[in-house]
């Protein structure tokens, strides 16, 4: 079945300590986004890449960035994690951005310690 | 003030009855989308509407979008414990560009 996968689905880390979240896919979607989701919350959009266009959320902290290097696989950073850092991270994919629908992997908890 | 409220927050329903959860926007919905989410996990599509007095459904699970496209409702008729979950609405604002934003959510438990 088509699907996205994010890696790993759990991830500890320190406070400060740089980590790298995964999300992969086989819909074939130009669009590959990011968002954070805190305890309660709305899920919050970080960026997105559309093909290989990245594009920046004007909120995103400068500490969270991302990688496409190729179709299937985008890749979250998160350079210094602080407390405020950990939550749920999703990924998601659509064929094309505006009113296509966005399919979402499982999800990633981050915890910092 | 939130762009999207969804209400209720939560909801307890004995197995069997039916529910309604609504979803109203302070702008004119492009598109609107329900989701379902378990805790601790991604997000499942439900559904997606775009025209005024559009509906779908899917098995047991029902989704309104006014005519004036600014308010949605999700209906659950004879609702299961496979039910139970966070329901979330998502829309993309029409003039808003392509950005999906969501509503904070509706926990839904079913009990036996």
């Known amino acids: 079945d088509a699907m996205v996968i994010q890696n790993p689905r759990y991830q500890v880390t320190q406070f400060g300590k740089p980590v790298t979240l995964s999300c992969s896919q086989t819909?074939?979607?130009?669009?590959m986004y990011w968002y954070q989701q805190k305890s309660s919350q709305a899920p919050k959009l970080l960026f997105h890449?559309?093909?290989?266009?990245?594009?920046n959320e004007a909120d995103t902290p400068d500490n969270f960035q991302s990688r496409r290097p190729n179709t299937s696989f985008c890749f979250l950073d998160i350079r210094s994690p602080g407390l405020g850092d950990a939550a749920m991270y999703l990924c998601?994919?659509?064929?094309?951005?505006?009113?296509?629908?966005?399919?979402f992997g499982p999800g990633t908890r981050l915890t910092v310690l | 003030s939130q762009e999207l409220e969804q209400s209720p927050q939560s909801l307890i329903v004995q197995e069997g009855k039916n529910l309604t959860i609504n979803c109203t926007s302070s702008?004119?919905?492009?598109?609107l989308y329900w989701y379902k989410q378990k805790y601790g996990e991604g997000l499942i599509f439900l559904m997606m509407?775009?025209?005024?007095?559009e509906e779908k459904s899917h098995e047991k699970i029902t989704a309104k979008l006014d005519e004036k496209k600014q308010q949605s409702s999700l209906h659950i008729t004879a609702s299961q414990p496979s039910h139970a979950g966070i329901y979330l609405c998502?829309?993309?604002?029409?003039?808003?560009?392509?950005?999906?934003?969501f509503g904070t959510g509706t926990q839904l438990k079913v009990e036996l």
């Open positions: 509407l775009q025209k005024g007095g």
């Open positions: 819909l074939n979607h130009n669009v």
């Open positions: 890449y559309y093909d290989k266009d990245f594009n």
């Open positions: 702008k004119t919905l492009y598109g």
């Open positions: 998502g829309a993309v604002f029409t003039g808003g560009g392509n950005k999906l934003t």
């Open positions: 998601a994919t659509s064929r094309d951005p505006g009113t296509d629908t966005q399919y």
